[in-house]
């Protein structure tokens, strides 16, 4: 469950951030401005779609930060993630393997499922 006060304080953190005043941030995002007024009083709490559109917009809002708090903000920038994903060419590569799956008394992964800032996901079942 989101704490509507926590949220709004983080939301502001974000405006602040990027140096933008509500109205600015409402129009950079394509939102109402009342919206925003409406979620930094704590009147409302955010959609699904809000969110969506926050984190598409601003690439160093973690998702998880900007819902609960947990994470970092700023996030690192794309240019630091694919640096940091990217192998060094001498490092080895080894196959995937399914004995390599987290396992804890027996549990096993049953399925992954990735979301897309677009509001889209892909779902792995085993």
Known sequence: MI???EFS???KLVMEYYQLSASAFADKIGVQRSSISHLL???NKPSLDFV???IKKFDEVELYWILNGKGKFPNATPTQLET???P???EIQKPFD???LPSTNDKRIERIVIFYTDGTFKEYVK
Do not use: A, P, Y
């Open 3 to 5: 704490n509507n006060s």
């Open 9 to 11: 304080k983080r939301l």
């Open 41 to 43: 009083s704590g009147r």
């Open 52 to 54: 969506l559109k926050v």
């Open 84 to 86: 940091s994903l990217n």
């Open 88 to 90: 060094q060419e001498n």
């Open 98 to 100: 399914k004995k390599d």
